[in-house]
């Protein structure tokens, strides 16, 4: 399954991105850069296009404001996760040993494991390499989705059928 990540950098392309992405992929609402009304504003139109796509709508964000929003989940760290919510799908953010394992504890649906690849996001950062993200990928007991720098080519490369990118589909 394919993930779209929205942010600051890819809000113009978004509606355009998720026409282009495979029917019943997923698209993940972050635009942490916006006030509470304009992000909900720009949830709202977002969220149309994407089920009109037939996509999972993710928010980052809490339970409550998932629910009151419609979206079909929640992201973010572990911890943001808990407790787990009737009727949403969670998926947690790692990207080292302990924070996977802080998931494995709290039970996710999903784990997003980053970065693998150098990102946009954190020009200069360090990366997991694919060795470590499929050691690290190993050790988890949620379906892990790979993230940073991720690009078809890459993900294909890296033969992993979950992936998600912020720039790389937009």
């Known amino acids: 399954m394919i993930w779209l990540i929205s942010d600051k950098r890819n809000d113009a392309r978004l509606e355009r991105a998720l026409y282009r992405l495979p029917r019943g992929s997923g698209f993940i609402y972050r ?3 916006l006030g509470d009304p304009q992000r909900w504003e720009r949830f709202r139109k977002l969220r149309h296009v994407a089920k009109a796509c037939q996509h999972t709508v993710i928010l980052s964000d809490s339970a409550i404001t998932a629910k009151e929003w419609g979206a079909d989940g929640i992201y973010g760290s572990p911890r943001s996760l808990w407790p787990r919510r009737e009727g949403l799908l969670h998926l947690a953010t790692a990207h080292n040993l302990a924070e ?3 998931a494995n504890r709290l039970g996710p649906d999903g784990v997003l494991l980053s970065p693998i690849f150098p990102t946009n996001s954190h020009p200069g950062g360090e990366v997991l390499g694919p060795a470590r993200f499929r050691l690290l990928a190993q050790h988890s007991s949620a379906p892990v989705i790979a993230l940073g720098g991720m690009t078809k080519e ?3 490369t890296l033969n992993w059928p979950r992936w998600a990118a912020i720039d790389g589909l937009s």
Do not use: E, M, P
Request: net charge positive; glycine share 12%.
């Open 31 to 33: 635009h942490y850069h």
């Open 100 to 102: 996977l394992g802080l």
């Open 154 to 156: 890459r993900a294909h």
